[in-house]
Each structure stands twice: as C-alpha cells, then as structure tokens.
C-alpha cells in the first residue's frame, strides 16, 4: 500500500468531492452546459463561486500557511476528475488558477507567497499562466517575450515586459497573470496584474471544444512591472521553475482525461442498459460492451494506476523532479488518449443520438480532445518518456526491465502480475535491440518506444493496485468504483494487451527499422500468445462489473 497522508484527511475529501457534486448540479445543470457551450461561453461567475465562500474548491490547492487547505497531489487528482465529469472546460478555468500560482509556489520569495497565494486563498484571486507563445508551444526556450530593467539611481526598480503569448487560459478574465519572458539573466518569471498599462487580451477564442473555459492571446506592449513582482527576486530561473511542477500539473491533465473518458462511458453504460436490439439490451451483448465500454474502461483504469502511483510519488516528497517528470508524462500520456479514445467510442455506442448535442457525448469528446494537446502534447510525453527511460536501460546495462518484471514475482498471479513482467521482460529486449542496432537514430522508433514503455509500466502499476485491492490495502483516498475481484480481472485485460502490444508491435519497429535481411531480435512470442487464455472470461468478467450482475460462463453474442 502507499501511503497519502499527506494533504486532506479521507473525510475531508470525502465532504469537498460531495459539496462539489452539489455545486454543480445546482449551477451547472445540462441544459446551461449545452447553453452554455452552443454559446461559447465561460461561466465566468460560476467559477468564480468555485473559488470563493460558497464552495471553496481553491482551497485544496493553497498550502495550509497561506490560508488554505494543504491539500496533497493525490487529493488534487480526486478534486480535478470530479470537476472534468461535470464540464473540463469549466475543470480548465478553474486548475489555471493554479497553474498560474505554480511558479510563484516553487520560487517565490516568502514574502511573495504570502501575498500571491494569499490573495487566492482569501479572495478568489484567478490566476493565469502566460508561458506559451505562438512559435513557443512545447520549447518553451524559444520564447521571444522580452523583460527590460528599467533603472532608477544605478539599481534595477522595474521591468518593461514586450512580447505576445497565445492559447492562455483565463487569459481575459484572470486577475493575475505568470508571465515568461527573456530577462538579461535568462528566462524569468513575472506577475502582471490585470489593468496594467500596456497589457490586454484578444478576443476569446472560438475552439473545437472546452467552450465553457476562457482562451484567449495576450498582448505586452512595453508593460512596467515593479522589481518586486520578478518571482523569486532573481533573473534566470524561469525554466527551471516550470520544469519543477510538470510532474504535478501533469497528473492533473491526466485526472482530466479520467474524468472526461468516465463521464462519456457513463452515458454509454446507461444508454446501453435501455436500449433494445434485436430482442435484447445492448448490454447483454458481447459484440458491443467487449468493443465500444469494457476496453475502454480497462484502459482508464490502467491509466488511473499509474495517476495514483505518481500523485503518492509527489506526495512522498522523495523523488528527483526528474522522476516526477518522467511519471507526470506517463499518467497524462495514457490517460489523456484512453479518454479521449473513450469519448469516440462512446459516440459509437449510442448510435445516432451519440452524435447529436442533447446527448452530450459529441460535447465531452470534443473537450477531452485537448487534454492530448495542452500542458505537453502526446507526441512530446512520448519523446520525455522514450528518453528518460533509454538512459535507465543504458545506465543498467539492459537490468531497469528485468528488474522491475522480478518485482512481480511477489504479487498474486490473479491480479496479472505474470503477463505485466512478461511485458516488462519483453520491453527490455525490444530495448536492447534497439541498442544493438542503433534504432533510436529514428525518431519514430523512439516515440513509439515512448508509447510501448508507458503501457507495460501502466501494467505493472495496475497489477500492484489490483493487488492491493485484493488484500484491502489500497490507499484510503483511492478511487473504489470496482470491487477487488473486479479490479483483478480488469488488469489481467490490461496486462494481456500491454504484453502483446510490446511484443508484436516493438518487433515491427525493430524489424522495421533494420536493412532488410537483417537478423532480428527474438521474442518469447509463444508466451504472449498462450497468456491471452483466459482473455474473453475477463472480458466477461469486466462487463458484469461494469453492469452491477451477477458473473456468468458466457455471454450471448
């Protein structure tokens, strides 16, 4: 079991998620959401209500000495999937806020905590964060956004801020804003107050999705800031202050992706239980739950393993940031496109009605979309993974895998402990082969390692939860939709694909990237194939979870 001590007691997040489950169904009933979203409008107030005396929710994310709750990694994940079920564009204005507080959490001064964060906890202050710009999304070292000394009696008094940024959330309604920008020292973190001179924002953008959240540019022009809002009181230390929280910020987007991913299956689930075809409910049929909702509810919760593995992680307060970084890239990677993957699939399953707009489901597909996109797309988790871990093989001499596969070794084999380490051990031979051959000169070869590594860790993650539930040992925090036997069935699916995915799909890269006639790497292919026995009984297995019956032998298909 892993201890999430630190930040809320159980019962108190217990009361916050309930009193947010209350807030919401009050001021965002589906019919304003629909509205709401037709309109392309952010609720500006009912945000604001979110973050002030009538619910409170900002409260988890402010340390205890600054007015607020103190709450932990772990309490933030609960706290952000329940706000992405309700709406995640409403979940996005509201985690900008925090988002934009980051840098000044991680390298204020204390006196500039006090103020900053104060403000939130005490005011409702909302924050943004304006690091992106339009030619620097994901290398944010290509920032162009200027930060001038302004000079008064031979000592720095103030800067002038120049420059644009793009794609900010909350960017015209926030209060306060981060700004990034390229001081003499480096690049450095400023606070901008809403009505300085000089600083405006663009009109809100019209987006595919999250309608409900506030995007907009933002625009610098020769905007003077006192010395005192320079975030830690020194130049340089910008970008190593926003690598310091991209674990944390990270798990939070995945949290997104869960709740996004439940929220469309939840429809599904329901839609499927009433609807009658061909003498029969939808949900009695193997053809529908085993392709359009028990995949995908396999594969959030695959996902939420490694979240709550990482979020106890940040929570220890043991682990280098790059650890962290490498883990938050994980559990946003997997989670973010199982929800998103959830969301299309759910669309499916209800048919024609999926894709009209009173059935909600073409909505949440269109803003779970982002969380593939925003805080480090897809394609860049995949490369932070792909390399991180390649150092570990190299460092280890190929024993990272091998070695975390033995670890397994102690879990029960119900819970998919022994298809988890065969995908590990077959991971380490992909890697090596990759070694041998020189592979990841191809870009490509390794960002798909970058997918292949986060699906075999995710199998080990899941296989340690699935254990945990089994012995009644989970964290008294964690999410408990499932039952232990239900939770062991769901990771011996995961742990089945991951191991076959690793294998076949690591094979064609390896082959693929070698001249042809080359000799390949060989794989246990035999094994992986025997280990999918068993694999339609758990398919049933989930479904009966899924549906709240009684197991049965088989399925009518």
Not at 13 to 19: C, G, K, R, V
Not at 384 to 399: C, F, P, S, Y
Not at 458 to 475: E, I, K, M, N, T
């Given at each position: 079991?892993?201890?999430?001590?630190?930040?809320?007691d159980?019962?108190?997040?217990?009361?916050?998620?309930?009193?947010?489950?209350?807030?919401?169904?009050?001021?965002?009933?589906?019919?304003?959401?629909l509205?709401?979203?037709?309109?392309?409008?952010?609720?500006?107030?009912t945000?604001?209500?979110?973050?002030?005396?009538?619910?409170?929710?900002?409260?988890?994310?402010?340390?205890?000495?600054?007015?607020?709750?103190?709450?932990?990694?772990?309490?933030?994940?609960?706290?952000?999937?329940?706000?992405?079920?309700?709406?995640?564009?409403?979940?996005?204005?509201?985690?900008?806020?925090?988002?934009?507080?980051?840098?000044?959490?991680?390298?204020?001064?204390?006196?500039?905590?006090?103020?900053?964060?104060?403000?939130?906890?005490?005011?409702?202050?909302?924050?943004?964060?304006?690091?992106?710009?339009p030619?620097?999304?994901?290398?944010?070292?290509?920032?162009t956004?200027?930060?001038?000394?302004?000079?008064?009696?031979?000592?720095?008094?103030?800067?002038?801020?120049?420059?644009?940024?793009?794609w900010?959330?909350?960017?015209?309604?926030?209060?306060?804003?981060?700004?990034?920008?390229?001081?003499?020292?480096?690049?450095?973190?400023?606070?901008?107050?809403?009505?300085?001179?000089?600083?405006?924002?663009?009109?809100?953008?019209?987006?595919?999705?999250?309608?409900?959240?506030?995007?907009?540019?933002?625009?610098?022009?020769?905007?003077?800031?006192?010395?005192?809002?320079?975030?830690?009181?020194?130049?340089?230390?910008?970008?190593?202050?926003?690598?310091?929280?991209?674990?944390?910020?990270?798990?939070?987007?995945?949290?997104?992706?869960?709740?996004?991913?439940?929220?469309?299956?939840d429809?599904?689930?329901?839609?499927?239980?009433?609807?009658?075809?061909?003498?029969?409910?939808?949900?009695?049929?193997q053809?529908?739950?085993?392709k359009?909702?028990?995949?995908?509810?396999?594969?959030?919760?695959a996902?939420?393993?490694?979240?709550?593995?990482?979020?106890?992680?940040?929570?220890?307060?043991?682990?280098?940031?790059?650890?962290?970084?490498?883990?938050?890239?994980?559990?946003?990677?997997?989670?973010?496109?199982?929800?998103?993957?959830?969301?299309?699939?759910?669309?499916?399953?209800?048919?024609?009605?999926?894709?009209?707009?009173?059935?909600?489901?073409?909505?949440?597909?269109?803003?779970?979309?982002?969380?593939?996109i925003?805080?480090?797309?897809?394609?860049?988790?995949?490369?932070?993974?792909?390399?991180?871990?390649?150092?570990?093989?190299?460092?280890?001499?190929?024993?990272?895998?091998?070695?975390?596969?033995?670890?397994?070794?102690?879990?029960?084999?119900?819970?998919?402990?022994?298809?988890?380490?065969?995908?590990?051990?077959?991971?380490?031979?992909?890697?090596?082969?990759?070694?041998?051959?020189?592979?990841?000169?191809?870009?490509?070869?390794?960002?798909?390692l970058?997918?292949?590594?986060?699906?075999?860790?995710?199998?080990?993650?899941?296989?340690?939860?699935?254990?945990?539930?089994?012995?009644?040992?989970?964290?008294?925090?964690?999410?408990?939709?499932?039952?232990?036997?239900?939770?062991?069935?769901?990771?011996?699916?995961?742990?089945?694909?991951?191991?076959?995915?690793?294998?076949?799909?690591?094979?064609?890269?390896?082959?693929?990237?070698?001249?042809?006639?080359?000799?390949?790497?060989?794989?246990?292919?035999?094994?992986?194939?025997?280990?999918?026995?068993?694999?339609?009984?758990?398919?049933?297995?989930?479904?009966?979870?899924?549906?709240?019956?009684?197991?049965?032998?088989?399925?009518?298909?």
């Open positions: 079991m892993t201890d999430t001590t630190t930040g809320l159980p019962d108190t997040l217990a009361m916050m998620l309930s009193s947010l489950d209350e807030f919401v169904a009050t001021a965002l009933p589906e019919s304003r959401l509205e709401l979203d037709h309109e392309d409008t952010c609720p500006e107030e945000v604001r209500a979110m973050c002030g005396d009538e619910l409170g929710v900002h409260l988890v994310f402010v340390p205890e000495e600054y007015g607020g709750l103190g709450g932990g990694a772990f309490d933030a994940y609960r706290v952000c999937e329940r706000l992405a079920r309700a709406d995640i564009g409403v979940a996005t204005s509201v985690f900008a806020t925090f988002l934009g507080s980051d840098p000044i959490l991680v390298g204020a001064t204390p006196e500039q905590r006090k103020e900053w964060l104060g403000r939130i906890a005490e005011q409702g202050t909302m924050f943004a964060y304006g690091a992106t710009e030619e620097a999304g994901s290398d944010l070292s290509a920032l956004t200027t930060a001038t000394p302004v000079e008064n009696g031979g000592r720095i008094t103030a800067y002038r801020l120049n420059g644009r940024k793009q900010i959330s909350n960017g015209s309604i926030a209060d306060v804003t981060t700004i990034l920008a390229l001081a003499p020292g480096g690049p450095s973190w400023f606070v901008v107050e809403r009505g300085t001179p000089g600083f405006s924002a663009a009109p809100p953008e019209d987006k595919h999705g999250i309608r409900l959240s506030n995007t907009a540019a933002l625009f610098l022009d020769d905007v003077e800031v006192p010395v005192e809002h320079l975030v830690g009181r020194v130049e340089g230390r910008g970008l190593q202050q926003a690598q310091q929280v991209f674990g944390y910020t990270r798990v939070m987007v995945a949290a997104f992706g869960l709740g996004g991913g439940w929220s469309a299956l429809r599904a689930i329901a839609y499927s239980r009433e609807r009658v075809q061909a003498g029969g409910p939808l949900a009695a049929k053809g529908y739950t085993h359009l909702i028990v995949p995908h509810v396999v594969r959030l919760e996902a939420r393993a490694f979240v709550e593995h990482t979020a106890a992680l940040i929570d220890a307060g043991e682990s280098p940031v790059s650890t962290l970084n490498t883990a938050g890239a994980i559990a946003k990677y997997l989670a973010t496109e199982s929800g998103n993957a959830a969301a299309e699939a759910a669309i499916q399953a209800l048919g024609g009605y999926g894709f009209t707009r009173p059935y909600q489901v073409e909505k949440i597909k269109r803003d779970v979309r982002i969380t593939t925003y805080e480090g797309t897809s394609e860049i988790l995949e490369m932070t993974i792909a390399r991180d871990r390649w150092q570990q093989h190299l460092k280890t001499h190929g024993e990272h895998y091998r070695a975390a596969a033995r670890e397994l070794a102690g879990l029960p084999a119900d819970c998919g402990a022994p298809a988890a380490a065969l995908a590990l051990d077959c991971l380490a031979a992909v890697l090596e082969a990759c070694r041998a051959g020189r592979l990841t000169r191809h870009q490509h070869v390794l960002l798909r970058g997918e292949l590594i986060a699906y075999a860790e995710s199998a080990a993650a899941l296989a340690g939860r699935a254990a945990d539930a089994v012995a009644a040992s989970l964290p008294p925090k964690a999410d408990r939709r499932f039952t232990p036997d239900a939770m062991a069935a769901i990771s011996r699916v995961f742990a089945r694909e991951a191991a076959l995915k690793v294998a076949e799909e690591g094979l064609r890269w390896v082959t693929g990237a070698l001249p042809a006639g080359s000799a390949t790497t060989a794989l246990p292919l035999d094994q992986v194939r025997a280990v999918q026995a068993g694999l339609i009984a758990d398919l049933d297995r989930v479904a009966d979870a899924i549906y709240g019956r009684a197991p049965t032998q088989e399925m009518p298909s």
